[in-house]
């Protein structure tokens, strides 16, 4: 787990790294790619919608760096490649998220542009981000969250996250809106709460991780934590390690201020054991009080929070159907990535089919066949995102990175038919 857990970080740096050494390059327009039909950008009508609950599912990847996509009442919003993209929902028309008719979308001065934002969601009719100021470079680590309008209009700075030069090797932070409360990961990575567009000062401090930000001390002592909301209740899913680095979910409820322990990683004598035993789950969901998640080569389980009663939903033995799994509230994709293929069960057991998306992690540049990653990203009640990320570029800044996203409809899923589409993006 740890060699994971370092493998993992070092991946992040890299990232970082090219983020800012290349990030330049990596924010240049591409080559882009023409829309499915000549529609102007004003064609498209986009509403606000007045939702105060954390999207959940559109946080499904549980890596921070696949929460590329959201949803207002009548589209979609897609990050990748620099810019903001819209998607109606009734047609899957895409347009770039700018409104400026005379505007090339080519640099800064874009409505769409983001930079390296991986993160995005929606939130009482406005699109929510955060960002680091470009200046600071690596190591700065200023993060503050920003927000703008549902059309893409009026970028505004909401408040701030991390302060600069106390952050944890300046890796992008993560956040959540829930209910007029921000929960977000600041300095030293302790984990905060507070009120939309409040200072950071004001904050409550949910979790105290205080990570020293200094590299070799992080690797040696890295938690890796996950921020969640449902109900009127904050998660953070994690690993602390006080208990060897063995996953635990923790409530934070903001109207007494506390913070619990209310689960932790099964013992194996009892489950049986798993790919990962006694150590992590194999991806997670809350939804309704019920945390489900997956063991890798044992089976599907659900955990009443409330009752703190677990239930098998359905083995899962078959070598192939392992790897990591996502839910959404109604499906499990279980994502095994060495064959780039889906494996889809119903949450009361059933299977439903197999979806081969190797095509869609087949197209970077001068990348080895099916070598890219792609993983569910979202969903709703019509439709299920899959986000693949290959390269795009390389130099001798580094490598950047390029996303595609893809959709399959649920009533095809339901029947295990189908397979999935092409968004084609204008960007
Ligand atoms: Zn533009």
Redesign the pocket.
């Known amino acids: 787990m740890k060699k994971t857990i370092t493998v993992y970080l070092l991946l992040c740096i890299l990232l970082t790294l090219t983020a800012c050494g290349g990030g330049k390059k990596q924010n240049e327009p591409k080559e882009s790619t023409p829309p499915i039909s000549d529609q102007t950008d004003t064609a498209v009508q986009i509403i606000d919608a007045a939702e105060t609950d954390f999207q959940k599912n559109f946080h499904l990847a549980q890596e921070d760096a696949f929460n590329r996509g959201c949803m207002s009442e009548a589209g979609y919003y897609f990050v990748g490649n620099g810019y903001v993209s819209y998607v109606e929902k009734d047609t899957l028309r895409a347009v770039?998220l700018?409104g400026?008719p005379e505007?090339?979308?080519q640099d800064q001065?874009?409505?769409?542009?983001l930079g390296n934002v991986q993160h995005i969601t929606f939130y009482e009719g406005r699109l929510y981000y955060a960002a680091a100021q470009e200046q600071g470079g690596f190591g700065s680590g200023d993060w503050s969250l920003y927000a703008m309008n549902a059309d893409g209009t009026q970028k505004q700075k909401v408040q701030s996250l991390r302060s600069p030069n106390d952050g944890f090797i300046s890796l992008p932070t993560q956040f959540l809106i829930h209910n007029g409360l921000v929960l977000f990961k600041s300095n030293r990575e302790n984990i905060l709460c507070a009120p939309l567009g409040a200072d950071l000062a004001a904050a409550d401090m949910v979790k105290v991780n205080d990570l020293e930000p200094n590299e070799d001390a992080a690797l040696a002592n890295l938690e890796l934590w996950y921020l969640w909301a449902d109900g009127e209740t904050f998660y953070c899913f994690g690993n602390p390690k006080a208990d060897q680095f063995r996953n635990a979910l923790y409530a934070y409820r903001p109207q007494i201020k506390e913070l619990t322990q209310v689960w932790k990683v099964p013992d194996s004598a009892e489950t049986g054991t798993w790919d990962t035993s006694d150590v992590s789950v194999n991806g997670w969901y809350l939804g309704d009080g019920i945390l489900f998640y997956f063991l890798s080569g044992n089976g599907l389980y659900a955990f009443d929070i409330a009752r703190e009663e677990t239930t098998k939903i359905t083995d899962v033995t078959q070598s192939e159907r392992t790897g990591t799994a996502v839910f959404d509230g109604e499906y499990a994709y279980i994502n095994n990535e060495e064959n780039d293929m889906l494996f889809v069960y119903g949450l009361t057991g059933e299977y439903l089919g197999a979806y081969d998306y190797s095509e869609t992690v087949s197209q970077g540049v001068g990348q080895e066949s099916g070598s890219g990653v792609a993983k569910i990203i979202g969903s709703d009640d019509k439709l299920v995102f899959l986000c693949a990320q290959n390269l795009s570029g390389m130099s001798q800044d580094g490598i950047s990175l390029g996303y595609s996203f893809y959709y399959l409809p649920k009533a095809d899923l339901r029947t295990g038919a189908g397979s999935f589409q092409k968004i084609e993006l204008p960007k």
């Open positions: 770039i700018c400026k505007c090339l979308h001065t874009c409505n769409a542009y």
